[in-house]
């Protein structure tokens, strides 16, 4: 049990902080929990579950990926276009997916096998796909989706819930298995432990970077399709600073930004977390302008926790060896 714990502690360190939160702010805001607010935490943690999902498995390389704001919007842009031009529902939801995997693999082509740094790949291609958003709408959203592409993703469950929480679950299930029960999830791990190490026993980097890129941007994807589904509308503007988001929920949630480690549970606790947190900050009346400030010091804060928690495994592990 003492083993268990050591390996998933930053994990329940952030169920144990959701828990805290929940209560710290239902004793300052009695409205709190109310379904109103309850149904936005749900929703934007689904936002910001889809892309720290994708997000845990880039960083868990050694990458980071600083275009899914941009993907999000564009394709976001591509499925309303789509949607209002008539395009079978079935394939409508196939052709964004595939679009989605695609932006990635771009990305993780750049990065595995060109070998550009991440960072600045990603950067580049951020700029690129909000381009393109930009070019395709004319500047414009693209407005009034019809209401059977809407619901495809966000027809309600429940008073609170929407059927995008079950695509949120199903996903993060699947990245669940794919990280720990397969060949892949395996390369993947060994690439962000230790990259050349990786490639000299017969790990194919470049291609499962590329793979895992994409796989990143289809969590992405889905959250766009959610979007469009709740607003009715492919904004080209929408998205910015999502990157920031995504990237705090991975952290929250124990994936070490130096690659190597991380899972998706804890990206989930990090995601609802994250929303518990936001959504408690504007019951609060604070400016949501300040929202940005959070974000920041939430993401420093959750690469220091690492540092700290990694100093207290080591001295743990150097006091066993001499008891032993």
């Not at 004319?138 to 819930?161: E, K």
């Not at 980097?205 to 590329?210: E, L």
């Amino acid at each position: 049990m003492k083993a268990l714990y050591r390996k998933y502690r930053r994990e329940w360190s952030a169920l144990l902080a959701l828990i805290v939160t929940i209560v710290l702010f239902s004793i300052l805001e009695s409205s709190y929990l109310s379904v109103a607010n309850l149904t936005t935490i749900i929703t934007q943690a689904v936002t910001y579950g889809l892309m720290g999902i994708g997000m845990t498995c880039v960083i868990i390389t050694g990458g980071i990926d600083l275009s899914v704001g941009s993907a999000l919007a564009l394709v976001a842009c591509i499925g309303a276009q789509l949607a209002k031009a008539g395009v079978p529902i079935p394939i409508w939801v196939v052709v964004c997916l595939a679009m989605g995997f695609v932006f990635g693999a771009i990305n993780g082509f750049l990065v595995g096998v060109l070998k550009l740094q991440p960072f600045v790949a990603t950067m580049g291609t951020m700029s690129i796909y909000r381009g393109v958003s930009y070019v395709i709408t004319g500047g414009f959203p693209v407005l009034s989706v019809p209401r059977d592409y809407r619901n495809v993703f966000n027809f309600q469950i429940t008073s609170t819930m929407t059927f995008s929480v079950v695509v949120f679950l199903v996903f993060a299930v699947i990245m669940t298995i794919v990280l720990k029960k397969t060949k892949l999830g395996a390369h993947t791990y060994a690439i962000g432990g230790n990259e050349d190490a990786a490639r000299l026993s017969g790990v194919r980097v470049g291609r499962t970077k590329v793979i895992m890129y994409g796989l990143a941007l289809l969590g992405t994807t889905l959250a766009g399709l959610v979007q469009v589904g709740r607003l009715g509308t492919g904004d080209p503007s929408t998205g910015q600073g999502y990157e920031m988001d995504a990237i705090a929920a991975a952290a929250i949630g124990g994936t070490s930004m130096a690659g190597g480690r991380g899972n998706i549970f804890g990206t989930v606790i990090g995601a609802i977390l994250f929303s518990a947190l936001k959504v408690g900050l504007i019951v609060m009346g604070v400016d949501t302008f300040y929202q940005y400030i959070v974000t920041g010091v939430v993401v420093i804060f959750a690469a220091y926790l690492e540092i700290v928690q990694g100093n207290m495994m080591q001295k743990g592990s150097k006091n066993e060896v001499r008891v032993k």
